[in-house]
């Protein structure tokens, strides 16, 4: 099972991201995917996740708003548009899968992970 995450990089205060997973060795649809993220000397925390279908989705409180999940079950990506973005979004952004039912904001819940990839947001 690999998940590959990509579309990291600089932005200003106030652009936008996207982020990409593209997930291979899994049936897709069969997963719940979530994205997590680690600033430097902190905790991993949970971003936001989607059902299987990507109909039911979950954010973290400080993202609701401003980021949205969505998922391409034929592709198998999952997907994370970021705008609005702060310097407190700085971090290291994984993509995480795990077969349930609905999302998840616990990362003990997920059972596979991407390579993470690097968000930096200047001030």
């Known amino acids: 099972v690999q998940l590959q995450a990509s579309g990291g990089g600089l932005v200003q205060a106030g652009g936008s991201l996207r982020l990409s997973c593209a997930a291979s060795g899994v049936t897709f649809s069969e997963y719940v995917m979530g994205w997590f993220r680690q600033a430097p000397g902190k905790e991993r925390e949970f971003v936001a996740g989607c059902s299987r279908s990507g109909t039911v989705t979950d954010y973290e409180a400080s993202v609701k708003g401003r980021f949205t999940i969505s998922r391409d079950n034929v592709k198998n990506t999952v997907f994370l548009q970021m705008n609005s973005l702060k310097p407190e979004d700085t971090a290291v952004y994984y993509c995480?899968?795990?077969?349930?039912?609905?999302?998840?904001?616990?990362?003990?819940?997920?059972?596979?992970w991407g390579q993470g990839t690097l968000v930096t947001v200047s001030s």
């Open positions: 995480a899968a795990v077969p349930r039912l609905w999302p998840t904001n616990r990362h003990t819940d997920y059972v596979y």
